[in-house]
């Protein structure tokens, strides 16, 4: 059994800055991917930022430049460094994690936290 918990969501202004974490804890061999998903109210989910095991970053344009995820594998632990908001990045975010365990791998959902940015 294997929990992904989140935090640092919140209420911000428009042009200020939150970090979002997410820390895995349980029978874990070793951690693949992480990603970040964010999910506004009416649309459907979608893809923010995901690393790799080595390290290798992607982005959706629209936070490029903005957002920066990053890991910490001795925590089991990815972040989301989001500078420069703007009200449209309000949503819940969602991490996810590809975690192995005895050699098959698994993926993990964190339970979401809301992210609200004010004009």
């Known amino acids: 059994q294997v929990d992904l918990v989140e935090s640092g969501g919140g209420l911000v202004q428009a042009g200020g800055s939150l970090r979002l974490s997410c820390a895995a804890s349980?029978?874990?061999?070793?951690?693949?991917?992480m990603a970040w998903y964010r999910q506004a109210p009416g649309k459907q989910r979608e893809l923010v930022a995901v690393?790799?095991?080595?390290?290798?970053?992607n982005y959706a344009d629209s936070v490029k430049g903005r957002f920066t995820i990053s890991r910490d594998d001795a925590k089991n632990t990815v972040y989301l460094q989001m500078n420069s908001l703007k009200p449209e990045d309000t949503a819940v975010y969602v991490c996810?994690?590809?975690?192995?365990?005895?050699?098959?791998?698994?993926?993990?959902w964190g339970q979401g936290t809301q992210v609200t940015v004010s004009a």
């Open positions: 349980g029978s874990i061999d070793r951690i693949n991917g």
């Open positions: 690393i790799s095991s080595g390290g290798t970053t």
């Open positions: 996810n994690q590809k975690v192995v365990i005895t050699r098959y791998e698994f993926s993990y």
